[in-house]
């Protein structure tokens, strides 16, 4: 699917969630971190040098003895996108914030269903990832073992016997494979329980993220579980370690909604059908206002209070509630005030087949 | 009103810090605001990771000594200096691994509890290393059939860890 494809639809693969604890289990996210043997990291290259770099990856993805491996990939150069096009990008999780900051001399490829993104130029040479709806992440991380020999095919990766994949963050160094799940928790949050589920994650050697990764709120009760530590595990008990502990949470979680279903029926439907009334009747809403309300609107149809919606959808919703997509839909940038508005009758539109 | 400290857009951020019960009120506009960061203004904090991997480099330097910090050493392949690491917790290429490995270690240690690879390979490049990664499961399947005192079985694993040990040696001199 060309790039333009994917920037006009807010939906991509990993929204599709199904299957095990796909209820509070978003989406599994794998990414490793590679660079090229004998040239300097990004943040050391010049422009000229930079550029060679997305040369040797647009190479290596074409190359015919790995075409089995990779699949049909698509790059595209950063700084040929319109700003709102490469926000949208970031918006459904297909490359990270830092990426457009500074979008000289870098380039994204994507896989025709988007469920493997490589960011070339971020921090490190390569930035491979795939993202999976639910909770499939040695599924993820098979995938990109793929894509990562099919690239090195053609790419002569900086390696050391000892130190394994070399990386421009020490923190990385290793396996340079960050591993995340994100949940939407909103049953720990409303029986306060959620600190001390984190506190213990943290002594687990994960972290725990907002939304958008390092540094960003965690907005409509969605949060990312992710490994911390790259060296002296391999991947597979990387992905075992995250998938222990996400079982652990998962089980909470459930605990506390059915906890919170049982004693306070009542204050959890009210909830539920308030934020289900308000997105179908709200003339101005907030981005920040409407993922609260989706929460809430989701934790409903996980408990069987409101028929007729599909998580899916709701996942589609949140990105297209973001102001790049609305921008983008609208064709030009709206000033605050208008852009409530639009974004409320975006989702009243969503929810208008649905009975009373 | 105009920002104060550019003077040129428009301030729509107020800050007001209360310190010893003195009040001092700022108003700058949002660009500002993004340059300066007052911590815990509605905006997140940010703690800059490469900063405080730095920090701890800082820290760790030669027996705690600040001249060990920067000793101007260089890295060969893409001349960043000692200090340049130091202060922005990043790797200039991957010779600086090497090169810097003495300094690098103890902060690796730190980081991640560890300091050996014990993941993937890279099939075409990997060389020396897929020979070890397979001498290290060899000789994990050593220590168990020996538990299970299957000692044929040990003696042909023995065999094999040695032949493989002999071609890395070899291969490393020619």
């Not at chain 1, 660079?35 to 040098?49: C, E, K, S, V, Y």
């Not at chain 1, 469920?115 to 490190?124: A, K, L, R, W």
């Not at chain 1, 949050?189 to 600190?195: A, D, M, S, V």
Request: glycine letters at 8%; hydrophobic letters at 40%.
């Amino acid at each position: 699917m060309p790039i333009r494809e994917t920037i006009d639809n807010a939906h991509s693969g990993w929204m599709d969630a199904e299957g095990q604890g796909s209820n509070i289990v978003i989406s599994s996210r794998v990414r490793i971190a590679r660079n090229l043997a004998g040239i300097p990291f990004p943040h050391l290259l010049d422009q000229t040098r930079a550029e060679e770099v997305v040369q040797a990856v647009r190479l290596a993805i074409v190359n015919n003895e790995a075409k089995n491996l990779l699949g049909p990939l698509e790059l595209s150069i950063l700084g040929e996108l319109s700003p709102v096009e490469r926000q949208i990008l970031v918006d459904k999780h297909l490359i990270s914030p830092e990426f457009i900051n500074n979008y000289q001399s870098k380039a994204i490829v994507l896989r025709d269903d988007e469920v493997v993104s490589i960011m070339v130029n971020e921090e490190d040479h390569l930035r491979i990832q795939c993202l999976l709806p639910g909770l499939q992440l040695k599924e993820a991380w098979e995938i990109i073992d793929n894509i990562d020999d099919g690239l090195e095919k053609t790419l002569d990766y900086a390696f050391s016997e000892k130190l394994g994949y070399l990386t421009t963050c020490p923190t990385n160094v290793g396996t340079g494979m960050r591993a995340s799940i994100m949940l939407h928790l909103p049953g720990l949050i409303l029986t306060k329980q959620l600190g001390v589920v984190l506190s213990a994650i943290s002594k687990l050697g994960l972290t725990v993220r907002g939304l958008y990764g390092e540094g960003t709120e965690a907005q409509g009760n969605l949060f990312q579980v992710s490994n911390q530590i790259t060296l002296g595990q391999s991947e597979e008990e990387i992905c075992n370690n995250l998938l222990v502990s996400t079982r652990h949470i998962l089980s909470q979680e459930q605990a506390a909604r059915s906890l919170l279903y049982q004693q306070r029926r009542e204050a959890v439907e009210d909830r539920v059908y308030r934020a289900y009334g308000t997105l179908r009747c709200a003339r101005l809403l907030t981005s920040e206002e409407a993922m609260r309300l989706i929460s809430d609107l989701r934790l409903g149809v996980d408990l069987n209070i409101i028929a007729g919606i599909k998580p899916s959808q709701l996942n589609e919703l949140m990105i297209k509630i973001r102001p790049a997509f609305l921008y983008k839909l609208n064709g030009k940038e709206l000033p605050a005030s208008q852009r409530y508005a639009f974004r409320a009758a975006l989702v009243r539109k969503e929810f208008e087949d649905l009975p009373q | 009103m105009l920002c104060e400290r550019c003077g040129q857009r428009p301030a729509t951020v107020h800050i007001t810090e209360i310190t010893n019960g003195s009040k001092k009120e700022t108003h700058i506009c949002q660009a500002c605001a993004g340059e300066i960061q007052p911590q815990g203004f509605g905006f997140v904090p940010q703690l800059n990771l490469n900063n405080f991997l730095a920090g701890f480099l800082h820290e760790l330097g030669g027996a705690g000594s600040s001249q060990a910090v920067d000793t101007g050493e260089k890295c060969e392949q893409c001349g960043m200096a000692e200090g340049q690491f130091v202060k922005l917790g990043l790797m200039g290429c991957d010779s600086c691994y090497s090169h810097f490995e003495e300094r690098l270690l103890p902060l690796l240690r730190r980081i991640h509890g560890n300091i050996r690879h014990t993941g993937k390979v890279p099939e075409r490049t990997g060389g020396r290393a897929k020979v070890l990664k397979a001498i290290e499961s060899l000789k994990g399947q050593l220590q168990e059939v020996i538990s299970r005192e299957e000692f044929e079985q040990a003696a042909d694993l023995r065999d094999t860890i040695r032949q493989l040990e002999k071609n890395l040696d070899e291969g490393s001199e020619g």
